[in-house]
């Protein structure tokens, strides 16, 4: 009895063997998709999530969940660009890249309607020259002011151009509405849309360099239904 006990049990650890070692392959798989680093020059935080689409969220949900640390860090748009060509940064949510290099390209992405806003006591309609804010690595919109001389300032980020509506030097700014909070008591409570149309709608794709780990998210984030992510409170 005690040699077929011996038996059964060296059987059961020569059967066990190659489940016991994917374990540690598995485990570090894992921890690799983990520590995927994510830059994007708006915040994609919890706050902005309240004011997005579903669409939005949901990827953006996804994408946390294979980020380091479980953020998407927020940087200025050249500082954003100097750490991915570095590969310092693994991906970007960006709407251009200034190079020519090929890259990994998600056929989804965050969506956004780009509109003016302007202070509450500025009507852009009375105006005969504007100065509007824009981020830079995005082409000047076509924008309805026929009456007005348009000039534009380049902007690294959206803070600078809130910053610069309140301070008076610019006259409007182009942005996405999820990304101009004015609930009461906010800091951008007096920033208000221009009341014109609209200026353009487009996509921003997740961009990376060509690696197995950032492949397999590419893939993933096409291919698969994203996690369906309640609208946070």
Request: with cysteine; proline share 8%.
């Amino acid at each position: 009895m005690p040699i077929q006990r011996q038996l059964v049990t060296l059987v059961t650890v020569m059967l066990m063997s190659p489940v016991l070692l994917s374990l540690p392959l598995v485990a570090e798989a894992q921890a690799q998709q983990e520590n995927i680093r994510i830059g994007a020059h708006v915040y994609l935080d919890d706050r902005w999530a309240k004011h997005t689409s579903p669409e939005n969220r949901n990827l953006v949900t996804t994408l946390k969940a294979h980020a380091k640390s479980g953020n998407i860090e927020t940087l200025p748009n050249d500082r954003l660009y100097h750490l991915y060509q570095s590969r310092k940064l693994d991906c970007i949510l960006t709407g251009g890249w200034p190079h020519d290099d090929p890259q990994l390209r998600s056929k989804r992405g965050l969506t956004f309607e780009v509109r003016l806003f302007t202070l509450s006591d500025n009507d852009l309609t009375k105006r005969d020259e504007v100065l509007i804010g824009r981020m830079k690595q995005f082409p000047p919109p076509s924008v309805p002011l026929e009456q007005a001389m348009v000039d534009w300032l380049p902007l690294q980020n959206l803070k600078q151009g809130f910053d610069l509506l309140h301070a008076g030097r610019i006259d409007a700014l182009v942005a996405d509405s999820s990304h101009v909070q004015n609930d009461p008591g906010d800091i951008h409570q007096d920033i208000i849309p221009a009341d014109l149309p609209p200026l353009r709608r487009f996509t921003v794709p997740l961009m990376c360099h060509d690696t197995a780990d950032n492949r397999n998210l590419i893939e993933m984030l096409d291919r698969d239904p994203l996690v369906q992510s309640s609208r946070t409170q």
